[in-house]
């Protein structure tokens, strides 16, 4: 087994009486200020962004995801384009994912119905449906891997440790992680026991996979939401000679349980090597995350609420519902001349009023898709420099205090559209 | 009847043996260098782009959809805005069309299922049905004006040359145009004079309805394709005291008839107002035009094309259909890792491969949209600042020749979208 050449991470500095931490992880394409969001650019593109805007932004990484690229245009393709970075004009930090989420996401739980904490659902593609039109399930798990078929074309496939990480290999990214199943929070104790200990066998298997040293690899804790499942994963895991790790799987059927989870796994983490928390991006469990110890996140909440007209804002601006934002397309913003957002420094905040970005909602037009995305983005990436500059002076818990204050205030919108909350 | 304060037109340079010259068109909100492109924005959006991409792009002046903009967000709304400009984020000249042509696109043109030269329907908004579900005609032409139902909603309106104009000053472009009725290639002699003195009767009613001498308002040449109703019109508007004129209307079954059109018409326009030929962009079409003397054009050809994975490239690229493009989702750009085109400058063609804009596109990226029509707006400005040097050193007919035999020589594209072409 091997380790990555050149990738790091350095603690900074480490508050008293929580897990939260200050860092910089060093890869081989630049460095990323930790605690860092990582937007989501599922088929290598953040959507509706450049590149350059992304560096506009201070994006300091990315994450991709396997499983689409894998489909489409195909591992080898973005091989022979010279890797991830070259095919997408993309030059910091990227990391993919396994492609194991996707048989959690086209299996088990889209018959449930339900995502990585109770009725969150937050990455892309779930709108393809569980089965085929004929009824047949779209992904199978044994202990070589997950049988699925193609979203788009119904192709057969297979993903085993092997093949995720000859695959990850192949896209070249900066981060890869190990391949694991990803149980649902609908599971019960035996059946995430049994795919826990499976995924701790394919973890071992894809550290034997992986080749390359140019590329870190993270570990995947799993164990739902039990706390000796999570105590054995991390114990597991963390005596295994990963290059990072990933806190993953179920994280409860509430914010709650995500916590206790978090609670149960993070401080058993060894101290130098960096932790990133799958597919979270709420601004609550953002704090949540850092105070626990995470260093990094990703989500498509960002880029995919500003497809919807969700834009995030402070949750004590006036109208903000409980999932942090204004919808743009609700009337009252017919007339509004003010910004979007008071004292956001973005160019869609700069340049727009609410009023014009409504019009643009109404209208479908696509540049309201790249104005909402803008501003998101920049939203969150603002949040995790404050966090950082809280961390450096000592005042995280104050402000995370001021935002989830403010935040519990919000009323639920009657209007929000419940596919999303 | 009052005259623009604050707008002009100086002739720069004259070929010789043609009507071609080099000008500026000077507004309130800055110059324009002519002969030159106006993209559209129809909704106060050019689609997928944002001000200051169009500011990198160089773009001198856009032309936006007085017809859609008094439907959403209404024009009474944009003034409150502060007008178009300050409402859309664009400091630069902003001419607006009639509403005249939805006579002609909601109407007749939709029966006959024809455009603006026989086949050809450039313009936004093509997809909606000439009828209502009940089979009802979406739009009526009287002495008074043009009545029509939305395409959005259905509910019924009227625009009269009186109310075009109060909407035009409302939304408060630089450049503003007459009411007219833009008659079908398949209206016969009869329909078409008696359009045409319609038009005049409107132009009249236009100029006298205008009260803000901040705008420059323009008067619209008809007639269709014969050539003693073009006289007749020519004679007529350019008697009127119109900052500038447009050409519109029919302009005949073929390329041909549109030269004729403009050949009967130009040379009898006062030299010292700028002329603009309304909803034209094809390359072959901006040489002709330019060469009979038109100072400025607008077309969604580049945005469009852009939207259907057609970009534009010259004629002499291997691979290019009649129409100037490539299209990107044909398989044999799937491995193609040279740039969209050789030599051009726009970010598009600088940071991605073929291969890539090819997986975006067969995605269904937002990306995709945004980076092919950057790419295609730069093209058409970038040929126009070459015709502008190439008129400016006497070289225009031989850099004309050059693309035209080019073009010449492209072999149909059996893919082609005939619903474009």
Not at 21 to 38: A, Y
Not at 92 to 118: C, Y
Not at 274 to 287: A, K, M, S, T, Y
Not at 290 to 295: F, L, N
Request: charged letters at 25%; aromatic letters at 8%.
């Amino acid at each position: 087994m091997i380790r990555a050449r050149d990738f790091s991470f350095q603690p900074l500095a480490r508050l008293k009486g929580n897990q939260a931490r200050l860092g910089r992880i060093h890869t081989p394409h630049g460095d990323i200020e930790t605690p860092e969001f990582l937007p989501v650019g599922t088929l290598a593109t953040v959507k509706a962004m450049t590149p350059r805007d992304l560096e506009g932004l201070g994006v300091q990484g990315l994450l991709a995801n396997t499983y689409h690229l894998y489909l489409r245009p195909g591992s080898e393709r973005v091989k022979r384009f010279g890797g991830l970075h070259r095919f997408m004009g993309w030059t910091g930090p990227i990391m993919t994912d396994s492609g194991g989420f996707q048989a959690f996401s086209l299996g088990a739980a889209r018959e449930d119905g339900v995502g990585k904490i109770g009725g969150i659902f937050p990455n892309e593609g779930q709108s393809e449906p569980a089965r085929t039109k004929s009824g047949e399930k779209l992904a199978h798990i044994d202990e070589e891997g997950v049988s699925f078929r193609s979203h788009i074309d119904g192709s057969r496939h297979k993903l085993t440790p092997e093949s995720s990480i000859a695959i990850q290999q192949e896209l070249g990214a900066d981060m890869i992680l190990a391949f694991d199943e990803c149980t649902s929070p609908m599971a019960g104790y035996e059946y995430t026991e049994l795919a826990m200990e499976r995924t701790h066998r394919w973890a071992v298997r894809s550290l034997e996979a992986r080749t390359n040293a140019e590329q870190a690899l993270y570990g995947i804790v799993q164990g739902g939401e039990w706390e000796d499942l999570r105590a054995r994963s991390v114990r597991f895991i963390s005596e295994l000679p990963f290059d990072g790790f990933a806190v993953g799987g179920s994280l409860g059927k509430c914010k709650a349980d995500m916590h206790r989870v978090l609670d149960w796994t993070v401080p058993h983490l060894s101290d130098d090597r960096p932790r990133h928390l799958l597919g979270i991006g709420e601004v609550n469990d953002l704090f949540e995350g850092v105070e626990r110890g995470i260093d990094t996140f990703d989500c498509v909440l960002p880029t995919r609420f500003a497809r919807t007209a969700h834009l995030l804002v402070p949750p004590w601006t006036p109208g903000v519902g409980r999932r942090g934002t204004l919808n743009l397309r609700h009337a009252r913003y017919l007339d509004d001349q003010s910004p979007l957002m008071a004292d956001c420094h973005c160019y869609t905040c700069q340049s727009f009023s609410r009023g014009y970005l409504r019009h643009l909602y109404m209208c479908d037009e696509l540049l309201a898709y790249h104005l909402g995305s803008l501003h998101n983005l920049h939203f969150l990436l603002e949040l995790m420099r404050t966090i950082r500059r809280a961390l450096a002076s000592k005042n995280f818990s104050e402000l995370k205090q001021r935002w989830l204050e403010a935040a519990s205030g919000a009323e639920p919108d009657p209007e929000e559209d419940s596919s999303l909350s």
